[in-house]
């Protein structure tokens, strides 16, 4: 069932906020600007950094032993990672000798969204009518179900975890690439997670059905023989020795509170586990957790060679160099895609800074069309005339600012793209008052 919301602003409140925004506008206009400036000497810095880096790189070559004549140097280097650690999620009980291993946990939860439609009135008021409706689905986080606009949603539509679990990374310390130790930052780039399969030991799966069955007020299945034997040598192992019976007695859930017969609550398929009574009706409350493993493979670095380990590089600019990539790649490759990712990620920042002065533009105009929207068209007309001027400008504004950064950071090609920009100017001139002299 639908829930609307009707509010409603006079013009005077809509005056005062447009006005009010002005100094916002100025805030994400000078912020836009700064960026652009930023991100283009990061750009030139950090292709010099490249260029300076490919320069002094050597290969490491056999990785089986190490190469104390290389020491301090940059290198690149091709072969296998492996680890002897164990990793361990201790509410599931899984044990892998991995890179990485992953927990991933949703909720079944009640939702609210909204779908808003603005109008103007006549004489520069506004009214806003907001719809929200409620679903269930599975969600990252558990909802606030007390934050729901709808009074009887709040009531009808309660939220409830059944276990309040969170997500969980656990990352491998001891790293080795050949004769070599790989420190964090490197082993933090190593990718390539793949699902895995949640195979739970029947101890595990018991501890878990007792407590979401007290949890859900029903009685869990009775445990196989094996696995009460499996969850006593657990109990003496990390509960507290000879108590191991007493201590399992009292975190059963009573069987009196339990009208509706045994319920298995712990559902394993392939990589993922479900936490609830049914796996095809999820009830709100039940969770989903899913698992990936990240494993040994063949990586490609380029890095400091700093004993039997590695530093990041530190060009004469001050900025860091250093990479891992999956599989093996040539040097002049990996450099190819660091040059090709320092390009990716200005474009992008270009493109965040000029919508940040767009967007700065567009507040501090805003007052204009709040002016005359006592009239609704005649707002609307006004609205979409700054709109596309405050486009207009902060492109050009962000064109300015690089262009002068260019002049800072690489004159020559600064100056050419002036000359360019002049160029393009004078033929749209030139042909304008071409287009006159031709009509007269």
């Given at each position: 069932?639908?829930?609307?919301?009707?509010?409603?602003?006079?013009?005077?409140?809509?005056?005062?906020?447009?006005?009010?925004?002005?100094?916002?506008?100025?805030?994400?206009?000078?912020?836009?600007?700064?960026?652009?400036?930023?991100?283009?000497?990061?750009?030139?810095?950090?292709?010099?950094?490249?260029?300076?880096?490919?320069?002094?790189?050597?290969?490491?070559?056999?990785?089986s032993?190490?190469?104390?004549?290389?020491n301090?140097?940059?290198?690149?280097?091709?072969?296998?990672?492996?680890?002897?650690?164990?990793l361990?999620?201790?509410?599931?009980?899984?044990?892998?000798?991995?890179?990485?291993?992953?927990?991933?946990?949703?909720?079944?939860?009640?939702?609210?969204?909204?779908q808003?439609e603005?109008k103007?009135?006549?004489?520069?008021?506004?009214?806003?009518?907001?719809?929200?409706?409620?679903?269930?689905?599975?969600?990252?986080?558990?909802?606030?179900?007390?934050?729901?606009?709808?009074?009887?949603?709040?009531?009808?539509?309660?939220?409830?975890?059944?276990?309040?679990?969170?997500?969980?990374?656990?990352?491998?310390?001891?790293?080795?690439?050949?004769?070599?130790?790989?420190?964090?930052?490197?082993?933090?780039?190593?990718?390539?997670?793949?699902?895995?399969?949640a195979?739970?030991?029947?101890?595990?799966?018991a501890?878990?059905?007792?407590e979401?069955?007290?949890?859900?007020?029903?009685?869990?299945?009775?445990?196989?023989?094996?696995?009460?034997t499996?969850?006593?040598?657990?109990?003496?192992?990390y509960?507290?020795?000879?108590?191991?019976?007493?201590?399992m007695?009292?975190t059963?859930a009573?069987?009196?509170?339990?009208?509706?017969?045994?319920?298995?609550?712990?559902?394993?398929?392939?990589?993922?586990?479900?936490l609830?009574?049914?796996?095809?009706?999820?009830?709100?409350?039940d969770?989903?957790?899913?698992?990936?493993?990240?494993?040994?493979?063949?990586?490609?670095?380029?890095?400091?060679?700093?004993g039997?380990?590695?530093?990041?590089?530190?060009?004469?600019?001050?900025?860091?160099?250093?990479?891992?990539?999956?599989?093996?790649?040539?040097?002049?490759?990996?450099?190819?895609?660091?040059?090709?990712?320092?390009?990716?990620t200005?474009?992008i920042?270009?493109?965040?800074?000029?919508?940040?002065?767009?967007?700065?533009?567009g507040?501090?105009?805003?007052?204009?069309?709040?002016?005359?929207s006592?009239?609704?068209?005649?707002?609307?007309?006004?609205?979409?005339?700054?709109?596309?001027?405050?486009?207009?400008?902060g492109?050009a504004?962000?064109?300015?600012?690089?262009?002068?950064?260019?002049?800072?950071?690489?004159?020559?090609?600064?100056?050419?793209?002036?000359?360019?920009?002049?160029?393009?100017?004078?033929?749209?001139?030139?042909?304008?008052h071409?287009?006159?002299?031709?009509?007269?």
């Open positions: 069932m639908a829930y609307t919301e009707t509010t409603s602003k006079s013009w005077f409140s809509r005056l005062g906020s447009a006005f009010k925004g002005i100094a916002f506008g100025i805030a994400l206009i000078i912020a836009g600007t700064v960026l652009l400036w930023w991100n283009e000497g990061s750009f030139v810095a950090t292709g010099d950094a490249l260029r300076e880096a490919q320069g002094v790189t050597q290969e490491l070559g056999d990785i032993r190490l190469d104390a004549s290389k301090g140097q940059l290198v690149h280097a091709a072969g296998p990672v492996e680890t002897n650690d164990i361990e999620d201790p509410i599931f009980g899984l044990s892998i000798n991995a890179i990485r291993l992953e927990r991933t946990v949703e909720f079944y939860q009640w939702t609210e969204q909204s808003s603005t103007q009135k006549l004489g520069g008021g506004e009214e806003t009518v907001t719809t929200y409706t409620y679903s269930a689905r599975w969600t990252s986080s558990p909802v606030d179900s007390s934050q729901f606009k709808d009074p009887k949603a709040r009531e009808e539509n309660r939220n409830a975890i059944l276990a309040p679990m969170q997500n969980l990374k656990v990352q491998a310390t001891n790293v080795t690439f050949g004769a070599y130790r790989l420190p964090e930052f490197l082993i933090g780039s190593i990718s390539g997670a793949v699902p895995l399969n195979n739970l030991s029947e101890a595990a799966i501890k878990l059905n007792r979401l069955a007290a949890v859900r007020g029903v009685s869990p299945p009775k445990p196989s023989a094996a696995a009460q499996a969850e006593q040598e657990l109990w003496q192992i509960g507290g020795g000879g108590a191991a019976t007493e201590n007695e009292s059963q009573p069987t009196q509170a339990a009208p509706q017969g045994a319920a298995q609550m712990v559902h394993v398929s392939g990589n993922t586990v479900l609830g009574a049914s796996t095809t009706t999820p009830q709100i409350g969770v989903r957790v899913s698992f990936k493993e990240t494993r040994p493979g063949t990586v490609s670095i380029l890095a400091k060679l700093n039997d380990t590695f530093e990041q590089y530190r060009a004469s600019n001050n900025k860091t160099v250093s990479q891992l990539a999956m599989g093996t790649h040539s040097l002049e490759n990996m450099y190819g895609s660091a040059h090709s990712s320092n390009a990716t200005t474009w920042l270009r493109l965040v800074g000029a919508l940040l002065v767009c967007f700065g533009l507040m501090v105009m805003a007052p204009l069309s709040v002016l005359v006592v009239i609704p068209l005649l707002g609307d007309i006004v609205g979409a005339g700054t709109g596309l001027v405050s486009m207009l400008l492109l504004w962000s064109l300015v600012i690089i262009s002068i950064a260019w002049l800072r950071f690489r004159p020559v090609i600064g100056i050419a793209m002036l000359v360019v920009a002049g160029a393009f100017v004078a033929l749209l001139y030139f042909k304008g071409a287009r006159k002299a031709a009509k007269a």
